[in-house]
Every structure is written in C-alpha cells, then in structure tokens.
C-alpha cells in the first residue's frame, strides 16, 4: 500500500519521491555512542581473551593499538594478534629476497605485539597464495579449531566496507570461525582501517598521552610500511578528529556510559561498531559475512545440514509479527 502524500506537497511532489525518502525512515541511526569498555567488561576475562584479526602485520596499531595496550598492559587481561596473511608483499627492500622479505614484516608484527603486550599468533594460511585470497580446506579446519580453542570473548575485523580484499576476505574468514566454532556469545567489533570507514560507528574507546605514545611506537614498529605511507601521522590527526566528533556529539546527543563525563586526559578517540544481526533487513548478510553469520548464530537464519554434495544452504526464519 502506498504511503498518503503528504498535505504539504508542493506543485513538484511525485509520487516516486515517498520511495526515495523510505530508506532514510528505515535505517536505524545512531543516536547513542557508548564507551566500547563497558560491553567489552561482559565479555572478556582469563579464559576470554580480546582477539584482533590483522589481514596485514600493521593493521592491529593502525586500528586499535590503544584500546589493545588498555586490556594487555593495564588491565592484565589476554590480548591476541592474529596475523592472517603473511607474506613478502609490500616490503620496500628490493635487495631481499621472497624469503627475507616475509621475514622482515613477521618481525615488525611481533615487535609490534611486544610493545603493546599482546600475544602474537601467525596463521600461515595457503590463501595468501591463492587467487582473491580463497582459503583451502586446511585454511578452514585451521581457523575453526583455533577458535574452539581459544573461545574469544570478543574479537575485532575490518568493516564491511573496506575495499582491500585480503580485508574483505578476512572479515569472511571470522565470520566462518565464528559459525564452525558456534561461538554465539562473541562481540564482534568492526575496527576502522584506512582502506574503508565505518558504516555506522556506535562505539568508541578514549585514549590518553601516554596511549597515544604507545600507539606511535606500535605504528613504527613496521618500518618496511611506515617508508610507504606515514600512519603515524594520519592515525594521530584521525583520533584527535574523532574525540572532538564525540564532544560535539554529546552535546547534540545522548552519549552512553560513563564517558558522559567530560574527560580532560582525553587527547584521541578509536572509533568501533558493535555487530548485531538485523532481522528487519536480511538483505544486509548478501554483502556481509559477519551479519549472515550473526544472524545463523543468533538464530535467525537457519542452517541445514549439507547434503551429499557438501553444499550447504541457509535459509531465513521468518520474524514473528
């Protein structure tokens, strides 16, 4: 049934304009940024470490370098870089070889996870080799046991919109370790990176001085990359950028948590999305991995079992009126 043009309608209005207005009434905003410390306080402990899958050795410090020195160093609590992809790609050393150059970036990742106390964890993966980064069958068996091993009480992936596809493929490759390992009670978090924005940031996590010094070191880490582009510098102007977004935010609207308070020692912002499945727009799990996994962990979707042909297909649980 066709909305009821409005009273008001001006001698332009069309009737094709009320369909261009829906999808505006129908995305949900955000209109509540919450400190991501207090759903992350639910979900992590000894046996529940923060997780942080890198497709590359500098992506964990670009992304989320303070809020990982947070939780491994003043916080104690088990924090882990998974290296995805490791390889000799985008080295800046000609003089080396295939070998050294692979190397060379493994050190960088774990120097980088040295200064910042996480544990460091290089998957190896044959996909790296593979074209459009497609996992093998050891690939997945790898991932899945490793994620009923190591039960993450929150894991952090690159957003749905990044562009790279070592990224894009990463985010797939969490959303099957997350199905396989039926790991329901997961946050998943989706960390900004340089090749994508957030859709929809609802999340953020305050960083000091000292924080920001750490993050620097953890950046420089990665010499082979720093000599390419200067995230150093571009990480430090985007999260001074983003604390005054969540000033200006708050005062327009409601911000969550107790981060309602001003906080002086604020000096830069990581900005986060908390995932959750949609029911009300299905559609969003044919672009995105992580919600069509959310929403077959949640329930929402169902997932038969495979028949002869180790095909496996899903099909959505309709919403209760």
């Not at 995805?84 to 150059?101: H, M, Q, S, Y």
């Not at 990044?162 to 894009?168: G, I, N, P, W, Y």
Request: charged share 25%.
């Amino acid at each position: 049934m066709q909305s009821p043009l409005p009273s008001d309608q001006g001698d332009h209005w069309q009737p094709a304009f009320e369909d261009l207005l829906r999808p505006v009434r129908e995305v949900v905003t955000h209109g509540e940024l919450v400190d991501v410390r207090e759903p992350l306080r639910h979900v992590l402990g000894p046996k529940r470490p923060l997780v942080l899958l890198c497709p590359h050795a500098d992506d964990g410090a670009i992304t989320a370098a303070c809020l990982m020195h947070e939780y491994a160093v003043r916080r104690g609590l088990p924090v882990i870089e998974v290296l995805v992809f490791t390889g000799e790609r985008n080295v800046d050393a000609p003089w080396l070889n295939t070998t050294k150059k692979a190397t060379v970036r493994e050190s960088e990742f774990r120097l980088e996870c040295e200064v910042l106390g996480a544990e460091a964890v290089l998957w190896h993966l044959d996909a790296y080799r593979n074209p459009g980064y497609r996992p093998s069958g050891a690939d997945i068996d790898k991932i899945v046991t490793w994620f009923r091993e190591r039960t993450p009480g929150a894991l952090i992936v690159p957003p749905a919109t990044d562009a790279h596809q070592a990224h894009r493929m990463t985010r797939a490759l969490a959303a099957i370790a997350l199905v396989g390992a039926g790991q329901a009670d997961t946050l998943v978090l989706s960390g900004w990176t340089p090749w994508g924005p957030l859709p929809q940031p609802n999340a953020f996590f305050p960083y000091d001085d000292e924080a920001d010094r750490v993050k620097e070191w953890a950046i420089n880490c990665h010499a082979s990359q720093v000599r390419l582009t200067d995230y150093t510098e571009f990480c430090n102007h985007l999260g001074r950028a983003y604390a005054a977004l969540t000033r200006e935010w708050s005062e327009g609207h409601r911000l969550g948590g107790r981060s309602a308070q001003r906080d002086d020692r604020r000096v830069g912002v990581e900005l986060f999305q908390i995932e959750s499945y949609d029911p009300k727009h299905p559609e969003k799990g044919l672009s995105d991995p992580i919600q069509l996994a959310l929403g077959m962990l949640g329930g929402h979707i169902a997932v038969e079992p495979p028949p002869l042909d180790n095909v496996v297909t899903v099909r959505a649980v309709p919403t209760p009126v």
